[in-house]
T-cell receptor
Framework: DTEVTQTPKHLVMGMTNKKSLKCEQH?????MYWYKQKAKKPPELMFV???????INESVPSRFSPECPNSSLLNLHLHALQPEDSALYLC??????????????FGAGTRLSVL | SQQGEEDPQALSIQEGENATMNCSYK?????LQWYRQNSGRGLVHLIL?????REKHSGRLRVTLDTSKKSSSLLITASRAADTASYFC???????????FGTGTLLAVQP
C-alpha cells in the first residue's frame, strides 16, 4: 500500500471557524509533512514530523497547528484563518531519511477555501 | 530564496514528440528528484538521480545531472496526452528531511 489518504477533499470555512485536516499512511514511514500550494506554484513546506516529533516549522503562523497522534496519522488544526490561506494543502510521508534518500509520497490534497 | 528555477514555465507539444524541461538549483545536493502533478492532485515521484550520477533512465524518462552547473534536465520521449501535467524538480541536501522544489514546468501534450 503506497497510499497517503487525506480528508476532507474539499473544505470551505469562515474566518472564525475551527477545522482540522487529516492525513493517514500505512507504509511504516516515520517522516510526515504538511505543504501549502497556491495555484501554479510549487508546494511550500510548512511542517515536518520525524518519529512523531516536530522537527521543522517553516515559520508558519500559529493559526495553523500540527499534531502527530501516532506514526500513521498527521493532523493540521486550523483556526481564525484568513482568505489568503485558501490553497491546496498536501500531506506527504517518507521513510526516516537516515539512508540519505527522501522520496516523498503525497496525498491528493485538501482544497481549502476561506471565506 | 533557495528555490530552484525551471524552464520553460510552460511547454505545449504534439503527441509523439519529445519534451525536455530544465532545472537549475543553488545549493549542494545529495540527490535530485523529479515529480509529476496532475491538475489539483498530489505529486507523484518519477525518478531520483544521485549527485555522483550523470544520467538515469526509467521507461520513457531520461534524467541528466550536471553538478558543476547545478542543473538537471528531464526528457520525456514519445509523449502521450496522459503526460499532460506539471513537473517539478526537487533537490535534497541530505542534511534534513527537507526537499527544495523548483518552480515547475506545465506540460500540455495535444492529442
Amino acid at each position: 500500500d503506497t497510499e497517503v489518504t487525506q480528508t476532507p477533499k474539499h473544505l470551505v470555512m469562515g474566518m472564525t471557524n475551527k477545522k482540522s485536516l487529516k492525513c493517514e499512511q500505512h507504509m511504516g514511514h516515520r517522516a510526515m509533512y504538511w505543504y501549502k500550494q497556491k495555484a501554479k506554484k510549487p508546494p511550500e513546506l510548512m511542517f515536518v514530523y520525524s518519529y512523531e516529533k516536530l522537527s521543522i516549522n517553516e515559520s508558519v503562523p500559529s493559526r495553523f497547528s500540527p499534531e502527530c497522534p501516532n506514526s500513521s496519522l498527521l493532523n493540521l488544526h486550523l483556526h481564525a484563518l484568513q482568505p489568503e490561506d485558501s490553497a491546496l494543502y498536501l500531506c506527504a510521508s517518507s521513510q526516516d531519511g537516515s539512508s540519505g534518500i527522501n522520496i516523498q509520497y503525497f496525498g491528493a490534497g485538501t482544497r481549502l477555501s476561506v471565506l | 530564496s533557495q528555490q530552484g528555477e525551471e524552464d520553460p514555465q510552460a511547454l505545449s507539444i504534439q503527441e509523439g514528440e519529445n519534451a525536455t524541461m530544465n532545472c537549475s538549483y543553488k545549493t549542494s545536493i545529495n540527490n535530485l528528484q523529479w515529480y509529476r502533478q496532475n491538475s489539483g492532485r498530489g505529486l507523484v515521484h518519477l525518478i531520483l538521480i544521485r549527485s555522483n550520477e550523470r544520467e538515469k533512465h526509467s521507461g520513457r524518462l531520461r534524467v541528466t545531472l550536471d553538478t558543476s552547473k547545478k542543473s538537471s534536465s528531464l526528457l520525456i520521449t514519445a509523449s502521450r496526452a496522459a503526460d499532460t501535467a506539471s513537473y517539478f524538480c526537487a533537490t535534497d541536501s541530505g542534511a534534513t528531511n527537507k526537499l527544495i522544489f523548483g518552480t515547475g514546468t506545465l506540460l500540455a501534450v495535444q492529442p
